[in-house]
Nanobody
Framework: QVQLVESGGGLVQAGGSLRLSCAAS????????KGWFRQAPGKEREFVAA????????AYADSVKGRFTISRDSAENTVYLQMNSLKPEDTAVYYC???????????????????WGQGTQVTVSS
């Protein structure tokens, strides 16, 4: 079983920054895509950012484009989400997800992913 653990969430003021990390352990797979999703209370889980298995392709939701950056460190088997210029509307539980097979382009759909972390809370105050 693949285990994903997110970290780096917390409470910040609007305009501040946070960097989320997601580390994989257990039965891991090589050459997988990774992504970040978020879910606010009463809302559907929505796509935030994704990166292809090679790191050569990234994708972002329009709402975070220009503010968030996804990256990966293959040596550490870790994916990051740098979040700048945070807004109250960014408040949500953020989830890391991983596929079990590589895809050439960053995947935006929840159904593309096979493994999910437990989530980390991000709260942005006014």
């Amino acid at each position: 079983q693949v285990q994903l653990v997110e970290s780096g969430g917390g409470l910040v003021q609007a305009g501040g920054s946070l960097r989320l990390s997601c580390a994989a352990s257990g039965r891991t797979f090589s050459n997988v895509n990774k992504g970040w999703f978020r879910q606010a209370p009463g809302k559907e889980r929505e796509f935030v950012a994704a990166i292809s298995w090679s790191g050569g392709s990234t994708a972002y939701a329009d709402s975070v484009k220009g503010r968030f950056t996804i990256s990966r460190d293959s040596a550490e088997n870790t994916v990051y989400l740098q979040m700048n210029s945070l807004k109250p509307e960014d408040t949500a539980v953020y989830y890391c997800a991983t596929t079990r097979s590589g895809m050439p382009r960053a995947a935006r759909e929840r159904s593309d992913y096979n493994y999910w972390g437990q989530g980390t809370q991000v709260t942005v105050s006014s």
